[in-house]
């Protein structure tokens, strides 16, 4: 489902200031046929006002929002939300009669949305390695959030997983979803489920055998050592000769790229980060020299022998 429109701010801030009881259905012009259906709901393009929406129609009364205790950046945030009774084949994600059933309804920006497959799988373009890498790296941060959370396993078919961008040729933003719990949906452990994920984006890179590799061994630490060696292949130094200085070589290598990042945010004062730069700043924040130079073993042994994985 591509949507090709912008939302001016007045036209949130509208929407944002009028109570829920203001808003109905009908009052939205939907695009039926852009219909994208996941985790048990549906979304819609369509028109408000001569401005472009996305509307999230759910049955019963479940908040879109409402997503664990995730951080704020892997969960999508309504301009509004509503209830009220609704065609049942609006709701349902199988074909269902007009009957009406009682929806709740959420109301985003405009945006093109993806489901994890659809997007490695709908050209143009495939997402290059690195692009690849950093959805990957996202899409780690947040089952290890999971995990805080006490979550051991996901839908099979990812669809707990949203993709949101302006288009295809920048990173997008990956939300989680709400879901409810149903013990006969096939699941995945959560190192399975990123284990399918570097299938679907990194199918053809080198890193990726040695990502199954590590993601194979159903342990706490193999998502943290998944996450650190992308984040060395996506972002580390191009140099990495491994002495027995290594691990006082990457800390200043890391202290100059914090210094670096940080002159350039108080430089360019952006309204709001990108996926990319707000998964750098992260990676900057979160990682040691340690981590660095465990994770740059790991790509040397594996490189040595293996494949030749180059870092740029």
């Known amino acids: 489902m591509n ?39 549906n979304y819609f393009a369509a028109q408000y006002g001569g401005s472009s929406f996305i509307v999230c129609l759910s049955e019963g009364g479940s908040s879109l929002s409402h997503t664990k205790s995730l951080p704020p950046c892997f969960v999508l945030s309504p301009v509004v939300e509503f209830s ?35 997007f490695a799988h709908s050209p143009p373009p495939s997402p ?35 993709l949101c961008g302006d288009d295809k040729t ?10 409810a719990t149903d013990k006969l949906t096939p699941r995945l452990t959560l190192c399975q489920c990123v284990s399918k994920a570097v299938s679907l984006l990194l199918p053809l890179s080198p890193l990726s055998p040695l990502l199954q590799s590590i993601l194979s061994v159903e342990k706490l630490s193999s998502l943290s050592q998944a996450k650190s060696v992308l984040e060395l292949w996506v972002w580390g130094p191009e140099d990495l000769r ?19 990042c940080l002159h350039s945010l108080v430089c360019s004062r952006p309204p709001r980060l990108s996926s990319q730069d707000y ?34």
Not at 5 to 31: A, E, G, I
Not at 129 to 155: E, F, P, R, Y
Not at 279 to 294: E, Y
């Open 128 to 162: 290059e390695d690195k692009d690849a890498g950093i959805l990957l790296i996202q899409l780690l941060h947040a089952v290890k959030c999971l995990q805080a959370c006490g979550v051991d396993s996901t839908l099979a078919s990812m669809e707990e997983f949203l």
């Open 3 to 41: 949507h090709n429109f912008v939302l001016s701010p007045p036209h949130l801030k509208s929407l944002k200031t009028s109570p829920p009881s203001h808003f109905r259905l009908r009052d939205f012009t939907l695009n039926e046929d852009s219909k994208l259906s996941l985790a048990g709901r």
């Open 242 to 260: 491994l002495n027995e200085d290594k691990q006082v070589a990457l800390q200043r290598w890391l202290d100059l790229d914090r210094a670096t």
């Open 84 to 118: 009220e009774l609704v065609p049942g084949k609006l709701v349902s994600t199988t074909e269902r009669s007009d009957s009406a059933i009682q929806a709740s309804i959420a109301i985003l920006p405009c945006q093109h949305t993806w489901s994890l497959p659809l």
């Open 170 to 179: 920048s990173v997008p933003r990956l939300c989680v979803l709400p879901v």
């Open 279 to 312: 998964a750098h700043l992260l990676f900057l924040v979160r990682t040691n020299a340690k981590c660095l130079a465990d994770a740059a073993r790991v790509l040397h042994d594996y490189r040595s022998t293996k494949h030749t994985i180059v870092l740029e």
